[in-house]
């Protein structure tokens, strides 16, 4: 268990699934920690120093230690604050959940990204079709679970706020159809199990500002045609 | 040393080398398998049965579970078939930079390569290239001792093993020249270590055959290009 001495530290911007997915497994553990804001326009000398290779958000740091990848960060903070685990201890499980939670990031998160900041009508519909696949392949994965996790959230569920929280303001902002609940009803039950978990509910940025956000970048790329 | 009871079975093909980072930590953990070579234009029942959402090797099926993606089958194999020969640090912040740079192997190394070896398009091939030597230099970096994992083989070492192998034979093979030994003296010599670490070496495929595999589709695609 980690001491009361700790310092642990958080660098990321408001409106990033990822830098959630760590306020999520921080808060899940009941870690303190000081929150950083960065600004990816601006980068600071202190995220230049942790994330040289990347230079990207999320970074953790944990006593001077520098971790970054949300997902990597996420099984550290697992492994050093046991409490309230957010992967099985079953080997098996464990690969399940990482499969999973790979699944999520290569084929939903990037892919709807693609999907939605895109002018061509092409790679919109190619990109839609992905997405739309991998939702499914979700949906079949969630059975009558409440959460990927069982009764508790876990990697995946962690992985995957994405969903809930981000898809409906992209498809929103784009105009298109992804996470409904008629095409997908257990996953959208399960999303909205997600968003009203206690935890996940205050890691949760602010709508508006994310919204915002999304909003100008779609509009941006139309700007300059 | 696995047990009489356990059936393990390895779905890959001869040349990939994610496939090989499976049955060098097989190798490494004394663990007997059956090995399903897989032809990719037509694939077995069993390799759609046990991976239809990827449809891809390598697959590793454990007493019939199945399991894909070869960094989490490495961390698999590394929890079930004990400590003897460790794969992954202990240590939880070790552990992180070990996924961290098996990540960055995946994400930036390799990608970098194909599209400096295999795009169709010259100017992409440059950028390729730009970008694999970028991804080295961190690499060449890192590299602090005999092998990424310290005195002995880690994760990152069997991640890293396209590297070893399968550049030298891709830079013969299309003639390019991005791991010299003045811009990465380490990466070299680890090279040579790792190649002939006895889990590894039993387990490379021949060269010949793989340049002459990587000279075929670099033909195909310069024609398809034309």
């Not at chain 1, 604050?81 to 699944?103: G, M, V």
């Amino acid at each position: 268990m980690a001491s009361n001495q700790e310092e642990v530290t958080l660098l990321g911007v408001t409106r990033s699934p990822f830098v959630c997915r760590v306020h999520i497994a921080l808060k899940l553990k009941g870690v303190e920690y000081k929150y950083v804001e960065e600004s990816l326009f601006n980068k600071s000398d202190l995220l230049l120093k942790y994330n040289p290779v990347h230079k990207k958000v999320p970074v953790f740091v944990h006593n001077g230690k520098p971790i970054a990848e949300s997902l990597l960060i996420v099984e550290y903070i697992d492994q050093t604050w046991t409490h309230n685990p957010i992967l099985s201890s079953d080997p098996y499980q464990r690969a399940l959940a990482r499969f999973w939670s790979k699944f999520i990031d290569d084929k939903v998160v990037g892919v709807t990204s693609k999907a939605v900041f895109t002018v061509d009508e092409k790679e919109r519909e190619k990109n839609t079709e992905e997405v739309l696949e991998a939702l499914q392949f979700l949906e079949n994965e969630i059975k009558d679970n409440k959460f990927f996790g069982g009764e508790e959230i876990g990697l995946v569920d962690i992985a995957a706020v994405f969903i809930p929280f981000w898809i409906p303001m992209l498809q929103e902002v784009a105009g298109l159809e992804l996470l409904t609940s008629h095409k997908f009803p257990k996953l959208y039950k399960w999303s909205q199990e997600l968003i009203n978990h206690l935890v996940v509910k205050e890691s949760l940025p602010p709508r508006d500002h994310v919204f915002a956000f999304i909003k100008r970048r779609y509009e941006s790329l139309f700007i300059s045609k | 040393m696995a047990k009489v009871y356990e059936v393990v079975k390895v779905f890959g093909t001869v040349g990939s080398p994610f496939a090989k980072r499976v049955q060098i930590a097989l190798e490494l953990k004394g663990v007997q398998y059956t090995f399903f070579e897989e032809d990719l234009r037509n694939k077995s029942e069993l390799l759609l049965k046990y991976n239809p959402i990827h449809k891809k090797v390598p697959v590793l099926v454990h007493n019939e579970k199945a399991l894909v993606e070869s960094l989490v089958i490495l961390e698999y194999i590394d929890e079930v078939w004990g400590s003897d020969q460790p794969i992954l640090p202990q240590q939880p912040y070790h552990k992180a930079l070990a996924r961290f740079w098996s990540k960055f192997i995946d994400d930036k190394y390799m990608p970098a390569i194909t599209k400096a070896a295999f795009s169709a398009n010259k100017e992409e091939r440059e950028k390729g290239s730009e970008e694999t030597v970028e991804a080295l230099e961190h690499l060449e970096n890192e590299l602090k001792d005999k092998f990424f994992g310290g005195e002995s083989i880690g994760v990152v070492d069997i991640a890293a093993g396209h590297i070893a192998f399968w550049l030298p034979a891709i830079e013969e093979a299309v003639g390019l020249k991005l791991l010299t030994s003045d811009k990465f003296p380490k990466l070299h010599k680890w090279g040579h270590e790792y190649t002939n670490h006895p889990a590894v070496k039993k387990n490379l495929p021949q060269r010949e055959r793989l340049v002459a595999f990587f000279k075929a589709r670099y033909a195909s695609i310069i024609t398809a290009s034309k």
